[in-house]
């Protein structure tokens, strides 16, 4: 593959396809990779309805997880603008891999943002986890770009006096998961909210997001929603093809009655024809 285009997913290894990204070219990297755990994604986990649930998720194994990481880590770090942020998702099971391929690489920790969800799954023997850990991460700290006014003006206020600016910006967020009742679904996705607030706070239109690992597209389609450029990667099959099928069609829930993507953002993005690096 000589080049890529954007606003256009691949089914693909992220670790060979992002060697066919320039140096340079991303504004911002969001993803969600692998697990390192015993999960299989299987129809049952989380108690999904079984015929809605898109089997395929890849484990890497916990031996593993290190090189891995650094591997992936490595592109995005080479392809990555000086100005540029990444946001990596992590269980408490990858972390310690992911916080020391940060370090080994040269990346800069900005912040560790913890996402507070509102339940786990139900444990016996010890406590419930209900987070999710966000590593926001730079190649150049003095030129890495954030609108700290993006969502609320420094002056907002909840009507109790508490400012809505400062509340909005703590490291703690607050945010549910999506529950696609009668929906496809893939076995993990990150709620349309959290990709807004990190897209909201470190990108601006026409910029340029990257996820390695799609899964269910969540962050090309909110990225397309809110006038972002995109690209990424799937190995599996059947994810790839359910992303693609959600971008292609202006979808964000797949099923019977087909709920298109709707914001008060414009979309114009849709009509806008792909283009190359």
């Known amino acids: 593959m000589e080049s890529l285009e954007l606003n256009n ?9 992002m060697k066919n990204i320039p140096e340079d070219s991303i504004d911002i990297v969001i993803t969600d990779p692998p697990f390192a755990i015993d999960f299989k994604a299987k129809r049952s986990n989380y108690n999904r309805t079984a015929t809605r649930v ?16 650094i591997k992936w880590m490595t592109e995005v770090y080479r392809v990555l603008r000086d100005s540029g942020s990444m946001y990596v998702f992590s269980g ?12 080994d690489l040269g990346f800069i920790t900005v912040n560790h943002i913890i996402w507070k969800y509102q339940f786990g799954v139900v444990t016996k023997r010890r406590f419930i ?3 999710y850990h966000c590593l926001y991460v730079c190649k150049d700290d003095a030129k890495r770009r954030f609108f700290p006014y993006a969502r609320f003006q420094k002056d907002a206020t909840d009507g109790n006096g508490g ?20 929906q496809q679904k893939t076995p993990t996705k990150l709620p349309a909210e959290l990709i807004k607030k990190i897209l909201l ?5 026409g910029d340029v ?31 790839y ?34 283009d190359e690096f």
């Open 201 to 205: 706070y470190s990108t601006q239109e």
């Open 54 to 69: 898109i089997e395929g998720y890849n484990e890497i194994p916990k031996d593993n997880y290190h090189d891995f990481t």
């Open 129 to 131: 986890t209900s987070h």
């Open 241 to 274: 093809e359910f992303a693609k099928k959600r971008l292609e069609e202006n979808l964000y829930t797949i099923k019977d009655n087909q709920q298109r993507i709707t914001s008060n953002i414009p979309l114009n993005l849709f009509e806008k024809k792909q």
């Open 92 to 103: 408490w099971n990858n972390l310690k891999d992911i916080l020391i391929a940060i370090d």
């Open 163 to 182: 400012s809505l600016h400062y509340k909005d910006k703590e490291d703690v967020w607050v945010i549910k998961r999506e529950y696609w009742t009668g």
């Open 9 to 17: 997913i691949y089914h693909m290894d992220c670790i060979e396809g």
């Open 209 to 239: 997001v990257l996820d390695p690992f799609l899964g269910s597209g969540q962050v090309a389609v909110i990225s397309k929603l809110m006038n972002r450029r995109y690209i990424g990667f799937e190995i599996v099959k059947e994810y």
